[in-house]
């Protein structure tokens, strides 16, 4: 494959992530805020940041070391938070899965909720890509992201209090995803597949250890493939009608 | 405060576990075909993941302490619209979060 390529992949890919810039930022800033509320210095919050590169269980964590929960508690609550990381692992398996290991270990490495989406967005859309014009693609959309959110990490734990909650920094996650989900509904099992996690996560929220989500999530994903098993027998019928 | 050492075994611990989580399919699976029937069930796990993380986030904000906030829901609900309206990511972005501040400098 012609070098070019592989550039102008890498570059659809910042462009694509760049937008992301808004929530990834905010974010960061708000776990550097938080982390200096907690005690931590500027380069605990920064190593927090790089090590685990996911705001989210981050935050749990944070959380529950200042409520002074035992250690494995912390640990565990936020390892469960990020149980979603596995299934993001397992569906860009089939895109990524054929790259050497070490790049499948960057990929891994880099993996979160926003270089997931991106990238899942895209590899559906282009199912010509190669696998080295998608690693292209992802590592694209990684650099305008991850060094932003240990730059705002940083940012964060400098300022500390100095960051007024007018700014409501905690509703950049909401919106970001809402904003990357929107699209995906395109049709009914994905719908479907939506409405059962949001309504179960709901219902489930009060599980300890984040478990509702994983529930929520599971069922969504069974409600996603059955709707879809349904939808295509039921094309299949029509058209077998409209043959005799 | 927070003890030293225990924060050193969260972050490290969460890194290397977080790290693993990631890499569990991606580095075990690889090239491997897998089952019809579980790539499946992964083609909706974006939409059934991101939904479920982000729904007791708007119904009930730490931010207001789990109280319903306006503000926050009609955000949500204008993001939602534009989405599915122009499926552009950043014009969402960027209405939902002029109807946040919005709303809550109108209400504030």
Not at chain 1, 64 to 78: C, G, I, M, R, Y
Not at chain 1, 91 to 111: D, E, H, N, Q, V
Not at chain 1, 188 to 195: C, E, G, K, Q, S
């Amino acid at each position: 494959m012609p070098t070019s390529t592989i550039k102008s992949r890498y570059l659809q890919g910042v462009r694509d992530g760049a937008p992301f810039l808004f929530v990834i930022g905010p974010f960061g800033l708000l776990f550097g805020v938080v982390a200096t509320e907690a005690g931590l210095n500027v380069l605990e919050a920064l190593a927090f940041s790089v090590m685990v590169i996911a705001g989210a269980s981050q935050f749990t964590a944070l959380q529950l070391l200042v409520e002074d929960a035992p250690t494995f508690v912390a640990l565990a609550s936020a390892l469960a938070v990020n149980l979603r990381m596995a299934m993001y692992s397992a569906s860009m398996t089939p895109y990524l899965g054929k790259l050497p290991l070490w790049k499948r270990a960057i990929a891994a490495y880099f993996l979160v909720d926003q270089t997931y989406a991106v990238s899942l967005m895209k590899f559906e859309r282009d199912p010509e890509m190669t696998p080295a014009g998608r690693f292209a693609y992802f590592i694209g959309a990684v650099t305008p992201l991850c060094p932003l959110w240990y730059l705002f990490t940083a940012i964060g734990a400098i300022l500390g209090n100095a960051v007024p909650d007018a700014l409501a920094l905690d509703f950049a996650v909401p919106i970001t995803f809402l904003a990357i989900v929107a699209p995906m509904l395109r049709s009914l099992p994905h719908v479907a597949a939506a409405v059962v996690a949001i309504v179960l996560a709901l219902v489930f929220a009060w599980l300890p250890y984040n478990l509702g989500l994983f529930v929520a999530a599971i069922a969504g994903m069974m409600t996603g493939a059955q709707v879809e098993l349904m939808t295509q027998t039921k094309a299949a019928q029509a058209k077998a009608e409209a043959e005799t | 405060m927070i003890d030293r050492l225990d924060l050193w075994i969260v972050i490290v611990g969460l890194g290397l576990g977080s790290f693993l989580l990631r890499f569990a399919f991606l580095g075990l699976v690889g090239g491997r075909e897998l089952p019809a029937w579980l790539s499946r069930h992964l083609r909706y796990t974006a939409v059934a993941v991101l939904p479920a993380l982000i729904a007791p986030l708007i119904l009930w904000p730490g931010a207001t302490d789990g109280q319903i906030d306006p503000a926050r829901l009609s955000a949500s609900a204008v993001t939602i619209g534009v989405g599915l309206w122009t499926k552009n990511v950043l014009l969402s972005i960027a209405c939902g979060a002029v109807t946040l501040y919005g709303m809550l400098y109108l209400l504030g």
